[in-house]
């Protein structure tokens, strides 16, 4: 049998080298994790205003259009009261 050399995963670490334990500020982190919250909610927020009056119109009994919707409230109408949402992410 012939003998192969195994390289180790820690032939070329530096083992002298301390992991260093950097934190961000709580500033940093309140701000960006309020940020992704709203940036959220931007995204989901149109789906679910289509999911809700989707529901509130087979509830009266009428069918759902998603292009009389569009005509009646335009496509920013499926932003209506994203300001809620944003305003529960930020407080």
């Known amino acids: ?3 192969t050399a195994i390289a180790t ?16 500020p709580k500033s940093v982190v309140f701000g960006t994790s309020g ?3 709203c940036m959220g909610w931007m995204i989901v ?8 009056r989707w529901n509130l119109a ?3 009994g009428k069918p759902f259009n998603f292009g009389a919707m569009i ?14 949402g944003v305003l529960r992410q930020v407080f």
């Not at 995963?9 to 961000?24: G, I, M, Q």
């Not at 927020?45 to 809700?52: C, D, E, G």
């Not at 005509?71 to 300001?83: A, F, N």
């Open 1 to 3: 049998m012939s003998s």
């Open 9 to 24: 995963p820690a032939a070329n670490v530096n083992v002298d080298r301390k992991p260093t334990n950097t934190e961000l």
């Open 35 to 37: 940020l992704g919250g």
């Open 45 to 52: 927020h149109p789906a679910n205003t289509l999911a809700v």
């Open 58 to 60: 087979s509830m009266q």
């Open 71 to 84: 005509k009646e409230t335009g496509w920013m109408g499926l932003y209506d009261g994203l300001s809620a």
